[in-house]
């Protein structure tokens, strides 16, 4: 075997002061690729005589050869003696005795080693190495390396001190037999142990190098590294394996430390978040497979390059590259969540959350960027593409369907389209309006004092956003301009209130191409409760929108301080934090698709405290406000639509928070909620009867008196860029739960908003949870997805549940696989399917087909969509059960147990 021979030339440990270090750059395979000239030296070689030599090559070694094979043996013993550490060994120079030298190896990069070559420190008491095998001795049974040799002949084997201590034994306790290696090795790593051969061995002797464990006197297991020579006959029957045994626990160890962290990240990343890492140092990308997925593309679609986010951006946002956008995104921030928009690979825009965490350089250029993305909830249906797309017939047949009037001028202020209601508000024939300049045409008054208004156009041009909606001027009706206006003809003019708005639009350059004017009768607005509910629906959503962006930066710190600590440092403590700040995440998406698409009609009975709770937690999040909340002792449920009544109190507590002065004030909001007996017409127009009475008191700006009387009608508003549809929204909601709401407010005081509902004639519905049962369980199950990452870890999953599974990743393969077991009377046991496929048959008709082969099929959906309505209708269509994405093996386990029994 390839051991390294002692020194035999004492006079070697009195190597000269004046000797230098050798250094030589090697590459992955062990031969020189650069030489010092002191390493020449040492070796009496010429200049670029070393390169291209075997490393092994330059010491003297117990067994010579020239084959390919024994060097690469040999280079893979000195690479593990001496990686990170220094081992003595014997130089040998082309002319003269071996010279003893200390070697040490380190990792230059990836593919090369750097070695130092320099005299042995002086040992006070070193075994002098006299030829006799002495040294030889010190190292078998004193060295890291445990030495073995397996005659398979003779059936003699012969084991080292150090391969026995390797393995907690001293000498005598294990019999040098080949029956001792062959207890000793696991039974699962047997095939691999370098005893057995492959099916096609050659003659010879060939070099080995594998891992396998090995029992330990205390009954564990030890992983080691088998490195040696297998020698063949000409029949290719083996003979002989001489090797050393290295033990590698450790690093198996970390191994597998850092395989169970990949998988919990994919776990936690495998459901709505997308991750991506992008190192411009290092010029090294990735994206997720989730992160390709949201955009709808498969993991294979999409290289990981830069070149592939610039393909998802959209095009008029990065006139400077990607590297620039990624470093205007939320200035002086390294850590943030923002709303953004991608381009999916159908061209429509997918709207997300982006998080991130930047790191710069001291230039302040962009070094790295770590994060993910998630898909936003979408309130209103996206423009598909670009002005080209949305015809000239098709743009006027849009504009004829509003109700509003719309005026579109160009740049000048000169109407180039009016809709048939502005026509019709203007009380004008429309060649009348076309072509005129606004000014005469839209003449705006205030309503109290009729002084005239300003030109809307230039409003709108000199305005950096769109306008608020205005509702304190009149609109001229009936006015001409100067050219047109006859005494005979031109009839009385009269002021008609209004509302309106406009906004400037803009070329890439930012040049204005025009402006567009909204405007409407207040007295045609009479919008439904209904219709009251959404529109204040989609404006909490813009208004808590910052708020519950500071909610998920928070969370996006905790998930990416965790992963750092454990890329970066090995420390896998904090990776618990990770996963329950995503399933906060996933919690808190959920609350907020559940807001953005409103109640589903059915009342529950639910508790007041539960109710302020959850509002306080959405409506005031981000806020530095004093919020207490007080029930005294059994206060009565009430019967309501929780999401609506949850829309009544986040409004009332942003109403409240907007309404507080600036600091120093210290803004605090009291919400109370008590029992009460009400007489007959105490609180018009409820009857007397039992209520709850739930109050919302800020100490506020207040309101004034004037407005007191205005506040709950539609569209009335104090704000620079509210609606007015907050309160309006909060009286429909309460009546329409058979309750009343009243305000108290002192200016300079503050406010407080009094609800009354009828108390509930039943108690709080609580949701029966479930005894514990084992997870565990015995079937067989068809999983369907088109995500290989999220099948594979999954498919583990399964296997610690101890269910026996196969793999689809789409419908079709799921009906074959499925008709498959069925014609030979086994059908699978359960069929967890993902309902949305990219490209192939999805999980709703996947399960219709497989109905129709077998009506007696258990199914469960596998969706990212956590969504109690969506979860009823593919309960109603009979599927079994319900996954929400992102899972662990428990909630895995528990639907599984629940649909199998």
């Known amino acids: 075997m390839n051991e390294p021979r002692p020194s035999t030339d004492p006079a070697a440990h009195r190597l000269a002061a004046a000797d230098v270090a050798a250094v030589l750059l090697l590459d992955s395979h062990g031969r020189i690729t650069g030489a010092s000239a002191s390493a020449r030296a040492l070796w009496q070689a010429a200049e670029g005589g070393l390169i291209g030599e075997p490393f092994a090559s330059l010491f003297a070694f117990e067994v010579v050869a020239d084959g390919p094979e024994w060097f690469e043996a040999q280079w ?62 010190l190292v078998a049974e004193q060295g890291a390396a445990g030495f073995f040799d397996l005659d398979l002949i003779t059936n003699r084997a012969t084991y080292s001190r150090s391969w026995k201590k390797m393995l907690g034994y001293v000498d005598a306790e294990l019999p040098d037999t080949l029956e001792t290696w062959r207890e000793l090795i696991h039974p699962d790593d047997s095939g691999a142990a370098p005893d057995q051969v492959g099916r096609k061995p050659a003659a010879g002797a060939r070099p080995f190098s594998v891992e396998f464990r090995m029992r330990h006197r205390l009954g564990h297991w030890v992983w080691v590294q088998c490195v040696g020579v297998q020698v063949l006959n000409a029949t290719g029957q083996l003979e002989r394996v001489v090797g050393l045994n290295l033990d590698v626990s450790e690093r198996k160890e970390i191994e597998e430390a850092s395989l169970a962290n990949d998988e919990r990240m994919e776990t936690l990343g495998g459901g709505p978040l997308g991750a991506f890492d992008l190192d411009f140092t290092a010029k090294s990308f990735w994206f997720s497979p989730a992160w390709k997925k949201i955009l709808g593309y498969r993991d294979d679609e999409l290289a990981d390059t830069l070149e592939t986010l610039a393909a998802v951006l959209p095009a008029d946002e990065i006139p400077g590259g990607v590297e620039t956008w990624l470093l205007l995104l939320a200035p002086g921030q390294n850590t943030f969540v923002l709303a953004e928009e991608l381009v999916g690979k159908d061209g429509q825009r997918v709207p997300v959350l982006l998080g991130a965490h930047r ?76 072509g005129a300049a606004v000014a005469d045409v839209f003449q705006l008054v205030h309503r109290e004092s009729g002084r005239p208004g300003d030109d809307p156009c230039d409003r709108a041009l000199g305005a950096d956003q769109p306008l608020p909606l205005f509702s304190d001027h009149a609109l001229v009706v009936g006015a001409r301009p100067p050219a047109a206006t006859d005494a005979a003809s031109s009839p009385a003019e009269t002021a008609l209130p209004i509302v309106w708005t406009a906004r400037a639009s803009k070329d890439a350059e930012n040049n204005p191409r025009g402006v567009v004017i909204v405007f409407r009768d207040p007295g045609e607005m009479s919008l439904t409760p209904e219709e009251l509910v959404k529109a204040n629906r989609f404006e909490s959503l813009g208004l808590l929108a910052g708020g519950i962006a500071h909610d998920f930066n928070n969370l996006l710190a905790t998930i990416l301080a965790g992963v750092s600590l454990a890329k970066d440092n090995r420390n896998y403590s904090a990776l618990e934090d990770c996963e329950k700040a995503c399933l906060t995440a996933k919690g808190l998406t959920k609350q907020l698709l559940a807001f953005a698409k409103g109640g589903a009609g059915s009342q529950s009975v639910i508790s007041p405290k539960e109710i302020l709770q959850d509002a306080v937690k959405i409506a005031a999040a981000g806020s530095d ?84 009387q205005k506040i709950f009608d539609p569209f009335f508003t104090t704000k620079k860029h509210g609606t007015g549809l907050g309160l309006a929204t909060v009286l429909s909601i309460v009546r329409k739960h058979g309750g009343q709401i009243a305000v108290d407010s002192v200016v300079g005081t503050g406010t407080a908003f009094t609800a009354f509902f009828p108390r509930a004639d039943a108690p709080v519905e609580v949701q029966a949870r479930r005894a514990p049962s084992l ?55 359960v069929a967890l399917l993902d309902i949305t496929v990219v490209g192939g048959m999805g999980g709703e008709e996947c399960f219709k087909a497989l109905r129709d082969l077998d009506p007696e099929v258990r199914a469960i959906v596998s969706s990212g969509y956590d969504n109690e309505d969506m979860a009823r209708r593919f309960l109603d269509m009979g599927f079994c059960g319900y996954l929400t994405k992102p899972y662990r093996v428990t909630d895995l386990g528990k639907v599984l147990k629940a649909v199998l029994g």
């Open 359 to 434: 790191t710069l350089t001291r230039k302040r250029d962009l070094a790295r960027i770590i994060g993910f993305i998630c898909t936003a909830p979408t309130l209103t249906p996206r423009s598909a593409g670009s002005d080209d797309g949305l015809g000239a017939g098709l743009a006027q047949d849009a504009f004829a369907a509003l109700a509003e009037g719309v005026l579109v001028t160009d740049a000048t202020g000169r109407i180039l389209h009016a809709n048939p209601a502005a026509v019709r508000l203007l009380a004008r024939k429309p060649d009348e309006i076309v």
């Open 775 to 829: 997870r565990f369980g015995t079937g067989r199950i068809l999983l369907m997805d088109d995500d290989p990452k999220l099948s594979e870890l999954t498919a583990t999953m399964l296997e610690s549940l101890d269910y026996k599974f196969d793999l689809a990743k789409n419908g079709e393969e799921a009906i074959q696989l499925y008709k498959r077991y069925l014609n030979i009377g086994r059908p699978y046991d």
């Open 76 to 137: 893979e013993v000195l690479r593990d003696a001496t990686l990170d550490r220094t081992a003595t060994l014997d130089a040998q120079p082309r002319d003269g005795a071996p010279r003893a030298v200390q070697v040490r190896l380190e990792r230059f990069s990836e593919t090369f080693f750097l070695a130092t070559v320099q005299p042995p420190a002086a040992a006070p008491t070193a075994p002098s190495a006299n030829g006799d095998g002495s040294a030889y001795q």
């Open 625 to 708: 406000a004093e919020i207490t909340v007080n029930l005294t002792e059994n206060v009565d449920p009430v019967r309501v639509d929780r999401a609506q009544i949850l829309q009544v109190f986040q409004n009332l507590i942003v109403n409240a928070l907007q309404a507080m002065p600036p600091k120093p004030h210290r803004a605090k909001l009291q919400l109370t909620a008590k029992n009460v007996t009400l007489a007959a017409d105490q609180i018009p127009p409820l009857a007397e009867g039992n209520y709850v009475e739930i109050e919302v008191r800020d100490n506020g700006s207040g309101i004034a008196p004037e407005n007191l």
